[in-house]
């Protein structure tokens, strides 16, 4: 939680003084403001201190506070989850499953989800990884959304994973 500095912390000469439900009561000396906090029973909290006069708010320090722990749950609560959908394909799917597979990766990146694509070889596919890399490649270009590559393409023991990111610009 960001410190806010409250009535005699305060340092400007001069400071604006509003009240908590955002009247503005002018522009006022710091003795006088923190005179009129007495007068009410309440804080000065300064609330925008690069502002020329600072912003100080005329309440009780509780109950800002209170009010500030509710609006930043507020914004967690409507922050986006960024999820990591993972794909599994094989060096023999058939075409219409890595049709499939590929509009369900557009779903996820419609979505703002980051899409990992694994490739699992067994047996002697792993010989051959360049016969699966050439099949992820295929699956790529069945991804109709606009996409980034977040991670490269990596072998990973018996795996060959690439992560997508949605392309937002």
Known sequence: MQKFRINHQIQAPEVRLITDDGEQLGIFSLSESLKVAQEHDLDLVEISPNAKPPVVKLIGYDKFRYQQKKMEQQQKKNAKKIEV?????????????????????????????????????????????????????????????????????????????????????
Do not use: Y
């Open 85 to 169: 959908k993972v794909l599994r394909i094989s060096t023999r799917i058939g075409e219409h499953d890595m049709k499939v597979k590929a509009k369900k990766a557009d779903e996820f990146l419609t979505d703002g989800d980051l899409v990992k694509i694994e490739l699992r070889m067994r047996g002697r596919e792993q010989a051959f990884a360049d016969v699966s890399e050439k099949q992820l490649k295929a699956f790529l270009a069945l991804v109709t959304v606009a996409h980034r590559i977040e991670i490269p393409m990596k072998k990973m023991g018996n795996t060959i994973a690439i992560t997508l990111a949605p392309n937002n610009k």
